[in-house]
């Protein structure tokens, strides 16, 4: 005999009034998103997939993280910075990247760079470099590599998971992709010209980065970069103190003015895409460090920490870019002295520390 069937319950299912299609119910008359206050009239796309998408206990998680560490607090603790934030959530970051313009951006350079090259090696652009400027090329072009590829990986890529809200992270992961980026056309553009010129040493950028007297302040301040635990330290260290006064030093106050003179046309147009990556890298940077140094509850803590920073880091920046010097009397034309060089890096650092409200660090007037 066959056992009674029981009745089986399920949920039931409960629908809101936008779900049931009514066409008045809660916020259907709002033009704005629930979630945050855009900073314009209307959300941006770069709002729209950025804002919140990490949420925050202090922000939408009620029930505080919902993740943790085995050894430690639970999703982006605050206390992983010396620095103090009343909203961390205020910034945004100016240029507005997000994974479109990641993509496209540097689509659009690599596209840029390797027209160039392929023109370069067509017209047989190198054939009028004379040898000592093979020689330069070969050896700090292609030991700048290194620096380049170091912070990427090393110090951009460490903090980009740290800091504690997904508007940062976004900022710092895209400059990470930047370094890394420039690195790789520097090393393709090492191989290019070894295949293109009888003689060029394609394997002397190593000997030149691990042992050359020259280079040996630029690896201690980079290598030194790496190990900062403090992830606003280290972007701190990096984009305010070591790329004013030692990256764009070199770039933009040697390499970019001496090639062109040196019959060199080509280096210049992939060192100009590594300091059009820094002059965005540097907006948001100086976007996030004026918030902090403006908060109106930690601000004066936050320039005291960053007038300590500044006292620790600018002296190993300093060190280096002075070590670089013999670098620019080794070009057969030479455009511009050290010193010139020097004096320009120093007043765009000055200015950088006027925006952030900083003192400027005894040994920028040594």
Do not use: C
């Not at 430690?72 to 010396?82: I, S």
């Not at 313009?101 to 540097?106: E, K």
């Not at 010129?197 to 302040?217: K, N, Y």
């Not at 070199?250 to 390499?255: H, Q, Y």
Request: hydrophobic share 40%; net charge negative.
């Amino acid at each position: 005999m066959a056992s009674p069937t029981t009745e089986r319950s399920f949920p039931k299912p409960e629908f809101t009034g936008a779900e049931a299609g009514l066409l008045d119910f809660p916020s259907s008359k709002s033009r704005t998103y629930n979630y945050f206050t855009p900073a314009k009239l209307r959300a941006t796309m770069y709002e729209d997939v950025t804002v919140d998408v990490q949420p925050d206990p202090d922000r939408h998680l009620t029930q505080g993280w919902i993740y943790g560490f085995g050894d430690g607090p639970g999703g982006y603790p605050k206390e992983w910075t010396e620095l103090r934030s009343a909203n961390w959530h205020a910034f945004l970051d100016p240029n507005e990247e997000w994974e479109q313009t990641i993509f496209r951006n540097n689509s659009n350079i690599v596209r840029q760079i390797q027209l160039n090259l392929a023109n370069a090696k067509k017209a047989n652009a190198y054939a009028g470099w004379s040898a000592g400027w093979v020689r330069f090329v070969e050896k700090h072009i292609g030991a700048w590599m290194h620096a380049e590829h170091g912070l990427g990986m090393h110090v951009f890529m460490s903090e980009q998971r740290s800091a504690p809200t997904n508007m940062i992270n976004n900022a710092i992961a895209v400059n990470s992709t930047h370094k890394l980026r420039f690195a790789q056309d520097l090393a393709l553009y090492n191989l290019d010209l070894t295949e293109s010129i009888d003689g060029f040493d394609g394997t002397v950028h190593r000997s030149a980065w691990h042992s050359d007297a020259v280079w040996q302040g630029v690896r201690e301040n980079v290598e030194r970069l790496t190990a900062i635990g403090d992830w606003a330290e280290s972007l701190f260290a990096t984009n305010v103190v070591f790329e004013p006064l030692v990256g764009v030093l070199f770039r933009s106050g040697l390499v970019m003015q001496i090639a062109a003179r040196n019959g060199d046309y080509v280096t210049p147009t992939l060192v100009g895409a590594g300091e059009n990556d820094y002059d965005r890298d540097h907006r948001y940077t100086r976007a996030l460090f004026s918030l902090l140094t403006k908060d109106p509850e930690h601000g004066e803590h936050n320039k005291r920490v960053l007038g300590e920073w500044l006292e620790r880091w600018v002296p190993v920046s300093v060190r280096a870019a002075q070590e670089l010097q013999p670098i620019w009397s080794q070009p057969h034309e030479k455009v511009l002295t050290f010193a010139d060089s020097w004096s320009a890096a120093v007043d765009a650092f000055r200015e950088f520390l006027t925006d952030l409200d900083l003192p400027e660090p005894k040994e920028l007037s040594a």
